[in-house]
């Protein structure tokens, strides 16, 4: 598996794997109605290096690395992910994660932090503790799961 820059040219790519997961509505607090220029305006948004992974010319997935925020908190990163649906269950996640480590500590961040990991996704969890991430928050009924209703959403965070 490599990891690239994206580029505009994998526009199409990055969207037939973001498409599912936003119209899903059960990982991502995005709207499931988000138009196909909304989501990668907000995928390649200007703060974001956007990266893709792939094999043999397959893509498998992509994520994004930016800094959580800005000013006096802008030593500390913040990722998204999505894997292709055909890659899902082969550690394409867990490669993307550790590729992303090692991109923010390059790049001088001290810290990475999810923001809103809805408790449900208990697989994407369990590969950011397995990672070294520690849940630092619960925010009780902060998001509407389509098919599960109110669910809490966690805040993680792992020092590099």
């Given at each position: 598996?490599?990891?690239?820059?994206?580029?505009?040219?994998?526009?199409?790519?990055?969207w037939a794997m973001l498409e599912p997961v936003i119209r899903g509505g059960d990982?991502?607090?995005l709207p499931r109605d988000m138009?196909?220029?909304a989501a990668l305006a907000y995928w390649f948004a200007p703060t974001n290096a956007v990266l893709l992974a792939e094999a043999d010319g397959q893509p498998l997935g992509t994520y994004y690395l930016r800094p959580n925020a800005m000013g006096?908190?802008?030593?500390?990163?913040?990722c998204g992910y999505i894997t292709a649906q055909a890659a899902q269950g082969k550690g394409v996640a867990r490669t993307m994660l550790a590729?992303?480590?090692?991109?923010a500590r390059e790049a001088g961040f001290r810290a990475m932090q999810y923001?809103?990991?809805?408790?449900?996704?208990?697989?994407?969890?369990?590969t950011w503790?397995?990672?070294?991430?520690?849940v630092v928050g619960r925010l009780?009924?902060?998001?509407?799961?389509?098919?599960?209703?109110?669910?809490?959403?966690?805040?993680?965070?792992?020092?590099?």
């Open positions: 598996m490599t990891i690239r820059p994206a580029t505009p040219a994998d526009e199409d790519t990055i990982t991502y607090a138009t196909r220029a006096g908190g802008d030593h500390v990163c913040n590729d992303s480590l090692d991109r923001n809103f990991v809805i408790a449900t996704n208990t697989r994407a969890i369990d503790e397995r990672a070294g991430f520690d009780p009924d902060a998001y509407r799961h389509p098919a599960q209703g109110y669910v809490d959403a966690l805040v993680m965070f792992r020092a590099l």
